[in-house]
């Protein structure tokens, strides 16, 4: 994988150009917008990771004009943390916000979660429908990012969606607790295994509410995980 690292601050720039290179990651640093823009004119690259606070142009106009072009994944690195800046680069075309400090690990890990969220979104169409999820117990709407029970929506956080979307793509396999973390969580190994259990439990007291016994849809086998039985 070719990562464009797009970051004026050396000490920042030396750190994360050493975790991608020791996770295996191909990394060309550049200094400012116009240089990054340079180089993705003369080769293509797999991801890209932009600072918002460049010296010539802002990480959100490099991000534009990347996306006249191309659809490469992004990730912002800002010391900003202001709602309208992550919005606004969302809505540019980024695919996650990071703000200033983070760790190297984490970083790593968001990039590996945004490239296997793109390399699955690639490999069908966007009107492929989910396999054996029967009409009418479990729906999924993916341009809405909402699922239905019995056709009432569920009213899910961010990783209750994730995980259930695993388990509705996983009918009958049974799936381990880090399995669905490296699934629903862009860094596994800030939370616990533990945490998935708090999240199925809300999950199922949520599909009890739109249909009584939908709960059991989701089911645990001890010692190895959880099972989806539509």
Same mark, same amino acid.
């Given at each position: ?93 980024? #695919? ?14 968001? %990039? @590996? &979660?945004? !490239? $296997? ?69 862009? #860094? ?14 809300? %999950? @199922? &007291?949520? !599909? $009890? ?22």
């Amino acid at each position: 994988m070719n990562v464009l690292l797009v970051e004026d601050e050396p000490a920042i720039a030396d750190t994360l150009v050493y975790a991608l290179k020791t996770e295996c990651f191909e990394v060309h640093h550049a200094l400012t917008g116009q240089e990054a823009l340079d180089a993705f004119a003369a080769k293509p690259f797999d991801f890209a990771i932009l600072d918002i606070g460049l010296p010539d142009m802002t990480g959100l106009d490099v991000c534009k004009k990347l996306r006249e072009s191309s659809t490469v994944p992004v990730l912002f690195l800002t010391a900003r943390d202001g709602e309208v800046d992550r919005i606004l680069g969302l809505e540019l075309g980024g #695919d996650d916000y990071v703000t200033k400090p983070f760790s190297p690990r984490e970083i790593v890990a968001r %990039i @590996r &979660a945004i !490239l $296997r969220r793109s390399q699955n979104g690639s490999t069908a169409p966007a009107s492929a429908k989910l396999p054996e999820v029967p009409t009418g117990v479990l729906h999924h709407d993916p341009a809405a990012m909402r699922i239905h029970c019995h056709g009432s929506e569920l009213d899910l956080t961010a990783h209750e969606y994730k995980l259930l979307l695993v388990f509705m793509k996983n009918p009958r396999r049974v799936l381990s607790r880090d399995q669905l973390l490296d699934h629903a969580w862009a #860094d596994p190994g800030a939370v616990t295994d533990r945490t998935i259990d708090a999240h199925i439990k809300s %999950i @199922r &007291a949520k !599909l $009890r509410t739109a249909k009584a016994g939908a709960e059991d849809l989701i089911q645990t086998r001890r010692g190895l995980g959880y099972l989806f039985v539509p």
